[in-house]
């Protein structure tokens, strides 16, 4: 059915956009003014009443999901209205409401875009991925885990959009060597959406992956005054991300084996490409030398007292401001800057303490402790990591943990839960929507390939989501321990 009609003004109406669009003022305004919502008791008995304030900010995160679910607006525009709605409705004041869209947290996740950029930019990510067809050569077998391998690599220092955006076009070119056909093939369909499901994969190991690792952690440290670096995150996600990464390349080699074993002329067609760009420019030199020069700044955060004080947005913001002082940007590239992506982080921060500072997470975590309160601890810890699988399929996974962390850190106490945990098993799960296309951007630029449809990710996907959730129970019960985080207070 079209959702479009053609006035007589000859203007296109998308009723749809314009019906979900209501249905989010909806839901907020019968939210926003109903009567006073019953007191929230928890274990021991106290009673926690509901605020005004706090109504208004679970009415705020329905008009929000609504509209980031549905793309009524784009989605750094419903970031920008979750703090003029939370100012003009007087749920907070606007000075709190507006001070989180520059939060340090949200300064970090800026220069982790200017890296991706830097990298796009200068042609290394390009270079890397030559020099990669060069080494696994022409089996398409090995072809499947090098182009997974790039992809998990490049995830450690630049965003998981970026990195897919990088890839794409790559894979285009594997793809055009190993058939002329238009249609779609099985090594079509394991290749690109195998891009998408490793680009989650791989951006967990590293805060420089994606948004949602330092969003979770500026909760966990605004909640419980303790801070997690840089380093420790990628200690205890290392072994996850990467287990996963191998999963999925058998899991891939299962669903989607390739219908030819090897590309004739690959190796040699890398060779060329590798050898048109000639020798490091300076640039890439410079700018290799920048990253990691402040990558290896915040991995020594967690060795060298003395650099702790310093925080991880200014730190990484020094890279920004150098790329523009060398040269390697310029103001075309700083307007070129994701700002939508920007502004959906930046209401997603103000929504997430909206709902902390105004009692109503406090209130809905004691409200969904009584699913628990007699639940064994390991139960509580799945099902919090599989409400965040579930929920970042809808809503982009740093809505996704602004709105859970925060609820699942003041339930957790109450089990003898340590945070640690909570946090860490979030993060792995909402790092990887594997079933729908709208849960991160790499899904939807592997979309366009043509290879698959929204069905097909939808149903390869829930597979892969179990795998997901076993390799998680894994991780609570033995690796992390051995790893020694601590589980239980």
Known sequence: MNTKATASSGIQIDWKR?????????LF???????????ALDPMGKAFTLSPQGKGAIALFLLAGTWWVFEVVPIGVTGLAIGVVQALFFIRPAADAFKDFMDPSVLF????????????KVGITRRLAYKMLMIVGERTSMIYLGCFVVTALLTHVMAHTAVAATMY????????????????TKFGKGLFMG??????????????????????????EEITGKSVSFFELTYYMFPIGWGMVFILWGFFMVFFKPEKAVIPGLREKAKQL?????PFTRHEIIATGIIFGVILFLSLQSFIPVLKPFNKAAVLLVSTILFFIVGILDIGDLEDVPWNIILLFAGAMSMGFCLWQ?????????????????????????????????????IMNVAAIAISVPVALVVAPYLGVAAEVIVFAALVTAGMPFLLLVGAAPNAI????????????FGYGIPASILLMALVALAVLLIWPLLGMPILL
Request: no cysteine; glycine share 10%; aromatic share 18%.
């Open 29 to 39: 305004s019968v939210v926003y003014y109903s009567p006073p919502w019953p007191d």
């Open 274 to 278: 590798s050898h048109e760009m000639g």
């Open 358 to 394: 105004t009692g109503a997470a406090e209130w809905l975590a004691i409200n969904w402790l009584s699913f628990f309160q007699n639940a064994h601890w390991f139960v509580f810890v799945m099902a919090i990591a599989f409400f965040v699988m579930v929920m970042t399929n809808f």
């Open 109 to 120: 996740i800026f220069g982790s875009l200017i890296i991706g950029t830097v990298f796009t």
């Open 169 to 184: 076009p790559l894979l285009l070119s594997i793809y055009a060597l190993y058939t002329d056909e238009e249609g779609p």
């Open 446 to 457: 592997a979309y366009n390939s043509g290879q698959f449809t929204s069905g097909e990710f």
């Open 18 to 26: 314009i019906m979900f669009l209501m249905i989010g003022i909806i």
């Open 195 to 220: 891009m998408a499901f490793v680009a989650g994969a791989g951006s967990i190991i590293t805060l420089l992956g994606a948004a949602r690792g330092i969003v979770a952690l500026g909760f966990y």
